[in-house]
């Protein structure tokens, strides 16, 4: 299971936001490639860049995310405001790891074009949720939609990776909802990452021990609020 920091880039800084409202932001550096370079150093072997900036409508963060991919060996993927065929092949040919698209999964012709255009492994569709429903835009607008019926949609078309978001945990600091993980066992052939309130080395064990169909977790203001040391949770997945 990987452990992999986030880096939220929003206006050229590292943000993390609560339950995903731009209004409840709190800058943790300036420096967005330091920051990569930082959990580089930490260990980290994939990073999960998102681009808010992008995802909101606003402008992008593209030339601060290749900057990144110069200047750093570990892998990283990157979401947040991918909306077309163009941007996501230009992204892949950057040397991302992988894109995840959000609102555009729900778009059947755009997921088609998409997985006819890009190795299957090199995409990732980001299920976002609240209350067992699928959010959309930014996470602004919450649809009808369960999240399972869209991960098994999802399957059906082919993706194989799966980023899945509880908001209502999100940057709340207050644990994962394990009611929500549980369901997600039906799924343990998908690459699934969870991210979603992870808080403590106590969160990481239980995720071991509970959860080992999970590909990854993603883990943000606990690693900046320093609740987490990195290279200790690091360490709990290389004890046997």
């Known amino acids: 299971m990987l452990i992999i920091p986030a880096i939220d880039l929003y206006q050229g800084k590292v943000i993390r936001l609560t339950k995903g409202d731009i209004s409840q932001s709190k800058v943790y550096s300036e420096d967005p490639l330091g920051m990569a370079r930082y959990w580089q150093d930490q260990g980290a072997k994939l990073l999960h860049v998102v681009d808010l900036s992008a995802a909101l409508g606003e402008d992008d963060n593209i030339r601060i995310i290749e900057d990144i991919l110069k200047n750093v060996k570990v892998k990283i993927e990157v979401g947040g405001g991918i909306r077309d065929i163009e941007k996501a092949k230009r992204l892949v040919s950057l040397g991302v790891e992988r894109i995840i698209i959000g609102t555009k999964g729900l778009d059947e012709d755009f997921l ?112 900046y609020e320093k609740r987490i040391e990195l290279k200790e949770a690091l360490t709990i997945f290389e004890k046997h």
């Open 112 to 223: 088609n074009k998409l997985t006819e255009e890009l190795a299957i492994q090199k995409i990732a569709v980001g299920v976002d949720v609240i209350n067992s429903r699928l959010a959309v835009e930014g996470w602004k607008k919450k649809t009808d939609l369960r999240e399972l019926d869209f991960i098994a949609y999802l399957k059906l078309k082919g993706i194989k990776w799966i980023v899945y978001t509880d908001i209502s945990r999100d940057g709340t600091l207050e644990g994962p909802n394990y009611e929500a993980l549980k369901k997600l066992s039906a799924f343990r052939d998908m690459n699934i990452v969870f991210s979603g309130g992870v808080s403590s080395l106590e969160d990481i064990k239980n995720f071991k021990k509970n959860t080992p169909f999970l590909k990854g977790i993603i883990i943000g203001k606990a690693l």
